[in-house]
């Protein structure tokens, strides 16, 4: 880790000319929504694809986090979450009402810290499933940053800390919400694209922020009362020279906004579903990771159109590598089968652990055979083939289709 004049801890990879970790996009436009998301972490740690049905909970029941427990609430939603084997946490994910959710990594001149807390990805799941809508996530996030904060190891055996920000969406509208220990800012996205990578982005132009942010900047002199709030700024600082200090604007976040603008035509068309893919496998721009320490471990697109019932189609590639890997469909089963959706033993395809036998899940199985003639062609082959495909039991049919190949 890098130490700055803040005395704020910074990874000494993101000190670097080629920046890792995750890159989350979103755009509305065309009364639609489409998301997706790079979960790019330490190289070993596996991560699987899990569907957790809705449930009704007793009055006075808790739910044990990755660290500490906290009151659950008393009916919480059906979600599908891309989560590392270790924690009860996740890095993207779905609920059945059409919220999606991807956090990030940002730090700040407030250091990160190591007391166990709420990890961002515990906030992800929260917000999934106790969210009906974007903004009521939003709201659970706010509510439980106030009580709990955020804070203890990101990684599993590792000192990694930092604070985090979310795109949070539905089929109407997004949100972009940063958060520095208990201190947090929302931007509302209702038309357009936008996308995160590691670094606060939020100015000046915000729709929702802590009540008593602006007092507390003011107390420590990162705000003179008078100016227009810049969150950026008030959280990194500035130099002599009035720059602001640590500017964290990535390369993967410059190059993804170009993405965003090509593909939308600058706002004026909805981007497709094979857009957000062609996004998340991109090797040039690091948006796809393949390095020693660090990789993409897993990937997520969802599209989300609104009506009486919202339509979910969402597409999770459970392995490493999305260039490499193939985005496979899932559905969210009626209530009458979710039980058994959940209980199907395919699920055991799509979850791995450091310990697990080779080529028992498709996670070990791309690993092992990714040298194999002509199997990125056949990925490929098998995502094309069910790109349409929908119903209950099609995330476990690829699963299985991709792990007999």
């Known amino acids: 880790f890098f130490r700055s004049k803040h005395n704020t801890f910074f990874p000494v990879e993101r000190m670097m000319s080629r920046p890792f970790s995750c890159d989350t ?45 906290i009151p659950q609430a008393q009916q919480t939603l059906a979600v599908v979450l891309s989560q590392p084997y270790w924690m009860w946490g ?38 999934l499933e106790r969210g009906s809508t974007a903004a009521e996530a939003v709201d659970v996030f706010t509510t439980l940053l106030e009580q709990y904060g955020q804070g203890g190891p990101c990684a599993e055996n590792s000192a990694m800390i930092y604070h985090n920000s979310f795109i949070v969406a539905d089929a109407k509208e997004a949100w972009v919400v940063e958060s520095v ?36 900047c003011k ?35 410059a190059h993804g906004c170009a993405f965003l603008k090509r593909f939308s035509g600058n706002g004026t068309r909805q981007l497709q579903v094979a857009d957000m893919k062609a996004i998340l496998c991109d090797t040039d721009s690091d948006i ?32 490493p590598y999305p260039h490499m890997s193939a985005f496979k469909p899932f559905s969210f089963p009626s209530d009458g089968i979710a039980a058994a959706i959940a209980g199907d033993r395919r699920w055991s395809f799509a979850k791995a652990s450091k310990a697990a036998a080779p080529d028992s899940t498709v996670y070990w199985a791309l690993l092992s055979k990714l040298k194999q003639e ?16 929908v119903g209950p039991t099609v995330f476990l049919e690829a699963l299985q289709r991709e792990l007999e190949l």
């Not at 208990?182 to 982005?201: E, F």
């Not at 990925?379 to 495909?389: I, M, N, Q, S, T």
């Open 288 to 319: 796809s990771v393949v390095s020693e320490s660090i990789v993409t471990a897993a990937s997520m697109v969802a599209e989300l159109r609104p009506g009486p019932k919202v339509d979910i189609r969402c597409w999770f590639t459970s392995t």
């Open 90 to 127: 996740a890095e993207m994910g779905c609920n059945d009402r059409g919220v999606v959710v991807g956090n990030e990594a940002v730090w700040a001149r407030i250091s990160p810290s190591l007391e166990k807390r709420l990890l961002g990805m515990d906030y992800v799941r929260l917000m």
């Open 374 to 389: 002509g199997r990125v062609k056949r990925l490929k082959e098998l995502e094309a083939e069910l790109y349409d495909k």
């Open 219 to 253: 107390q420590q002199g990162w705000w003179d009362g008078n100016s227009p709030f810049n969150w950026k700024v008030a959280m990194l600082g500035c130099d002599d020279d009035g720059e602001v200090e640590e500017d964290q604007l990535t390369g993967r976040e």
């Open 181 to 216: 220990d208990k201190w947090w800012v929302a931007q509302k996205v209702a038309q357009g694209t936008r996308n995160i990578s590691n670094a606060l982005s939020i100015g000046t132009a915000f729709d929702k922020i802590h009540p008593k942010l602006l007092e507390f």
């Open 25 to 69: 996009f979103v755009s509305v436009i065309g009364g639609y929504t489409v998301f997706g998301k790079n979960s790019d972490r330490p190289k070993d740690e596996v991560q699987n694809v899990v569907y957790i049905p809705g449930a009704t909970h007793p009055p006075g029941a808790a739910v044990r986090c990755t660290y500490i427990e």
